[in-house]
């Protein structure tokens, strides 16, 4: 039941597939989840500072550390239940433009069991994380109450330093998966696959397939009409040749070939190249195949014209085509025998000039329905197959930029929340500073100073980090970009500019308060 998921096999044994994407989002997701408790144990910590002297008299008055962090604990414990509620409601308002922005059909259920488990765990999870993460654990006696600014302050910086390296590594993936769909979009298959149209041939319409052909092939906008056994696209008849089926062949020569039938005008029509020999003539090549070029190599033929073949039939080998892609880019070429058998093809292809697309439609439509009136006529476009193929890469890129949106967004808030911490903080020293002369670029000098640490050491940790893992990403593809330089540099650019951009609204509102009458209030 889980094949889709685990479709990836050795030696008969399921080690993987679309599952390891599930768990890398799965992880990614904690990882947003982690940045968000992070920030709100960032919070909780700047507002401590507001708190100490409550704190102080509650300590003075007799209460304990166990009674103090209690309170905290249950005060967190009650934003994460009221969070929790307003990230149910909003999951199932947007399910359904979820669903249509990845294209697919996912269900939300309020009355299972497993979800209301989950949510529990997730909400006590997040307390005890968020609450680890503030400045609660600093909490003591009168001793140590001095000491807790230095903590928070140090803490809190490892924590931002920890969102800028997740969201590194996050933008970096995000762009190497847009570059590899881009390159697996844009890579040639080797063969004409646009303007396209193909539809089933029923048994009437293989009886009398040269009167509708030559009925097609009268509109102007029909290039050619041939037929076959599949798409030359997604080839799903394989075959595993015996020992006596070409000259040379060991036992231990286990190759999987994909076979496919086809008439005269199939090879020419979709513009295959030829390396070797020529095309099938339909009165002498009933057994003769043609090869593709990773045939010829896993059968080990130098010289392939002329070489006798044994599939079901006996033949030579009359021609060699390049190799093209039989499956999508994840997966290597395949060797591919092509037979010439009019009798076994029953999909019916048709080339046009891209012009007048609904009359050449409507023309196929008419000449289908003067040799078949028992079956309905449907038809599609050999590009949507194509872009199909690509359709989990498409929504795996669409998920992944949602992730990477909120963990950019909650890295923004975590560092707009320190930066606004250290501006209220550091407001007197700030307005000293520009009575005594300091001009404002001075003074977002030192503010991009306090933050260009951290952000140099995200940039160290994470690149090398995501950097492997985008490698490992990349060769599960067979056909796959390389990891360049720039993208690295996109990466680490973004991210300045969204440590700027948080630390420039704190910044636009220190420098709009006027010194003097800050220090006044002083």
Request: charged letters at 15%.
């Amino acid at each position: 039941e889980d094949w889709h998921l685990k479709s990836k096999f050795e030696n008969g044994i399921p080690v993987g597939g679309r599952i390891d994407y599930v768990i890398a989002f799965l992880i990614v997701a904690l990882l947003v989840l982690l940045m968000a408790c992070i920030n709100f144990g960032n919070i909780i910590t700047a507002r401590f500072t507001k708190r100490a002297k409550e704190l102080g008299v509650r300590q003075t008055m007799g209460a304990t550390p166990f009674v103090l962090s209690t309170q905290f604990v249950i005060e967190i414990f009650l934003f994460v239940i009221i969070s929790s509620g307003l990230a149910t409601i909003v999951c199932y308002i947007s399910l359904p433009y979820f669903n249509q922005y990845i294209d697919t059909q996912l269900t939300f259920s309020l009355g299972r069991l497993s979800y209301w488990l989950a949510s529990a765990a997730l909400v006590v999870a997040c307390t005890l994380t968020a609450r680890s993460f503030s400045g609660v654990q600093f909490f003591s006696w009168r001793s140590r109450v001095s000491n807790t600014r230095t903590h928070r302050k140090s803490f809190s910086r490892v924590l931002v330093t920890f969102q800028f390296a997740v969201s590194l590594a996050l933008v970096l993936g995000a762009i190497v998966l847009q570059q590899q769909l881009k390159f697996m979009r844009s890579n040639h298959p080797g063969c004409k696959h646009d303007q396209v149209i193909y539809f089933q041939a029923s048994p009437a319409i293989a009886q009398h397939f040269d009167v509708i052909k030559q009925e097609l092939l009268q509109h102007p906008n029909i290039q050619s009409v041939s037929r076959a056994s599949g798409s030359p696209l997604n080839i799903l008849n394989n075959v595993e040749l015996g020992d006596d089926s070409w000259r040379g062949k060991t036992k231990e020569d286990k190759v999987v070939f994909q076979w496919l039938y086809c008439d005269e005008a199939f090879l020419e029509a979709f513009g295959f190249r030829w390396l070797q020999g020529r095309n099938f003539n339909i009165t002498t090549d009933s057994a003769n195949v043609i090869l593709s070029q990773e045939a010829v190599k896993q059968m080990r033929l130098s010289k392939p014209l002329g070489e006798v073949v044994k599939i079901d039939r006996q033949g030579e080998v009359i021609g060699v085509i390049s190799d093209f892609h039989s499956a999508p880019l994840s997966k290597h070429i395949q060797p591919v025998i092509i037979s010439l058998r009019p009798e076994n093809c029953n999909i019916v292809f048709l080339h046009f000039n891209g012009q007048q697309t609904h009359e050449v439609v409507d023309h196929i439509r008419r000449s289908f329905k003067k040799v078949e009136q028992e079956f309905p006529f449907e038809y599609a476009f050999l590009d949507d197959d194509f872009n199909k193929t690509y359709r989990s890469e498409l929504m795996i890129q669409k998920i992944a930029n949602i992730y990477i949106s909120l963990a950019l967004l909650i890295a923004a808030v975590g560092t707009f929340g320190l930066a606004a911490y250290l501006a209220e903080s550091r407001m007197k020293e700030m307005s000293i500073r520009m009575v005594c002369g300091a001009s404002p670029a001075h003074i977002v000098t030192l503010f991009v100073l306090r933050f260009a640490p951290m952000l140099a050491v995200s940039v160290f940790v994470a690149l090398p980090v995501a950097g492997l893992l985008c490698y490992d990403l990349l060769n599960n593809y067979a056909y796959h970009i390389s990891l360049t330089l720039p993208m690295f540099l996109i990466a680490a650019a973004v991210l300045a500019c969204l440590c700027l951009f948080s630390l420039s609204v704190p910044l636009m509102l220190l420098l709009r308060q006027s010194a003097v009458d800050t220090l006044r209030r002083e």
